[in-house]
């Protein structure tokens, strides 16, 4: 299952007359509409329209929409205006928390098209689990009421590369970095070789750190009464697809 539907996207040139041009078009997801503001030379970022999503299944698809704006170059760059920078300063209300990775190539708030107090972000690499990263995401769903916590992974994890080659060596990785790799080793898939190991290995980690979450009492209490789901997914570079992992 993706977040949503496939589509090619534009080449840089394209993008880049798209951005100084300015566009007017409107995607679909799940039929519903979703209608791209007109761009100018200098747009301003609109506010978000419509309610903020207070159950998953509506922050999956406003996740979901947000990334199909990102991947067809058609970003609306919401939640960054004056007003809402002033309005942020009395409280916030995230509607999902996001554990991706530290890679500069995957911001959360970029790849989901998403602005300031929309997401709660936690960024480890290769998304591992420690204490403070625990600790983050249960205040977002415990403190203020987050329906919504996702496991981003992504295509070409330089972690997993790192936990996979070491474990084939059998060399020590550089300081902290071997207890990157300790923590994504119970996860190696074995049963493949080369780059498709690295890659099974992805979706293998982004899995089993969704279950640790989901294990967790406070967290699993919440899943229990139907106030959070514990997704994962993940990202692709080559596409910009954010792909749901079952």
Known sequence: MILDVDDTPLPAPARRALLRGGLVGAVALGGVALTATAASATPTAPARTGSRPTTAAAALRELAAGNRRWRTFRERHPD????????????????????????????????????????????????????????????????????????????????????????????????????????????????????????????????????????????????TSGELVVAGARYELTSQIVQRLA
């Open 80 to 223: 960054e205006t004056p007003a809402v920078r002033q309005s942020l300063t009395q409280g916030q209300h995230p509607f999902a928390v996001v554990l991706g990775c530290i890679d500069s190539r995957v911001p959360p708030e970029l790849v989901f098209d998403q602005g300031l107090g929309d997401l709660m972000t936690v960024r480890t690499a290769g998304e591992v689990l420690d204490e403070a990263v625990l600790g983050s995401v249960a205040y977002g769903v415990l403190e203020l009421d987050i329906p919504l916590v996702l496991v981003l992974g992504h295509q070409s994890c330089g972690a997993v590369r790192a936990a996979v080659e070491a474990d084939l060596s059998g060399e020590r990785l550089p300081a902290h970095i071997q207890y990157l790799a300790d923590q994504i080793r119970p996860f190696i898939d074995r049963t493949k070789e080369g780059d498709a190991r690295i890659d099974a290995t992805i979706d293998a980690n982004v899995r089993a750190v969704r279950s640790r979450l989901a294990a967790e009492p406070d967290l699993a209490a919440k899943i």
